[in-house]
């Protein structure tokens, strides 16, 4: 069993920050990858920042310069810092998981999603 918790999503004026956090826990044997997806009202669900177990990023165009993706390995937790944020940022925030599981095979995961709201 694989579960992702996240934390850290909420109400913030235009211009502030936040950050977010994700803590994959239970049988996970290794991560390939971990990351964070958005999702609009009315818009497909989108790539935000993603962070390869390699070292490697990669951001959306929209969030580059704002958002920085980090890991912490040993605790298999994953965060984003949002800076600079602005109202287009308002979504539903899902971690992602790209791993094995003890005995298993691989395969991605994710959380229930925390709710971001950027008022102007």
């Known amino acids: 069993q694989v579960q992702l918790v996240e934390s850290g999503g909420g109400w913030v004026q235009a211009g502030g920050s936040l950050r977010l956090s994700c803590a994959a826990s239970?049988?996970?044997?290794?991560?390939?990858?971990m990351g964070w997806y958005r999702q609009a009202p009315g818009k497909q669900r989108e790539l935000v920042a993603v962070?390869?177990?390699?070292?490697?990023?990669d951001y959306a165009d929209s969030v580059k310069g704002r958002f920085t993706i980090s890991r912490d390995n040993a605790k298999n937790t994953v965060y984003l810092q949002m800076n600079s944020l602005k109202p287009e940022d308002t979504a539903v925030y899902y971690c992602?998981?790209?791993?094995?599981?003890?005995?298993?095979?691989?395969?991605?995961?994710w959380g229930q999603g925390t709710q971001v709201t950027v008022s102007s």
């Open positions: 962070s390869f177990s390699s070292g490697t990023t």
């Open positions: 239970g049988s996970v044997f290794r991560v390939n990858s």
């Open positions: 992602n998981a790209d791993l094995f599981r003890i005995g298993g095979v691989r395969r991605d995961y």
